[in-house]
């Protein structure tokens, strides 16, 4: 991911990892634009240092990348979101999908949080891959929170109660995105 680096070297790099990637028939996604907030240990990132990706550059960027699948920032961020509206630039999205190729796919990172009506509407607008990471690590770790009834749990049964809370947590966002049941 070389969303953090100026426009050219995020192209240039990318390009190298998808020439080398489809040599050995591997997909690659890249992201354009920066999300705010928190990810995976990484430093935060300030709502006013984050970039919503812009519909003007990504035609070019994904027809000189070659590139499979497309991460996108239209308002959305990593971690939690601040309390009230959620805003999502729908007329980005749609003017994003409309420059690029329809054989490459749209990714939304930073998934957690976001209501169901707003994921439906990323969907609508041609979003295939959503990303929840968030809420799906906190329900592991609210899972090894949790006494059973003062016994100490064996690690066996840590790892079994953390897998199924975070499995809870999926079926509910396939639910949600419309892809329960189906492969």
């Known amino acids: 991911d070389f969303s953090a680096e100026e426009f050219d070297k995020n192209l240039k790099s990318t390009r190298e990892v998808v020439e080398k990637a489809h040599k050995m028939n591997v997909e690659v996604e890249a992201e354009v634009g920066r999300l705010g907030g928190y990810e995976d240990g990484g430093p935060v990132v300030k709502q006013a240092e984050a970039h919503l990706t812009d519909p003007q550059r990504v035609h070019h960027f994904v027809q000189q990348t070659g590139v499979d699948m497309l991460a996108v920032c239209i308002g959305n961020r990593h971690g939690h979101y601040p ?3 959620v ?16 054989s490459c796919l749209l990714v939304l990172h930073g998934v957690s949080g976001l209501p169901g009506e707003k994921v439906q509407a990323c969907i609508k607008n041609g979003v295939c891959k959503l990303n929840v990471n968030t809420e799906v690590r906190e329900a592991y770790l609210r899972s090894q929170d949790s006494p059973v009834k003062g016994k100490r749990r064996d690690i066996l049964q840590r790892m079994d109660d953390g897998q199924k809370a975070m499995q809870n947590v999926i079926v509910e966002k396939m639910k949600m995105m419309g892809s329960a049941g189906r492969v």
Do not use: F, K, S, V
């Not at 007329?91 to 994003?96: F, S, V």
């Open 83 to 85: 309390p009230g509206e």
């Open 87 to 102: 805003t999502l630039d729908l007329p980005r999205l749609q003017a994003i999908r409309a420059a690029i190729d329809p």
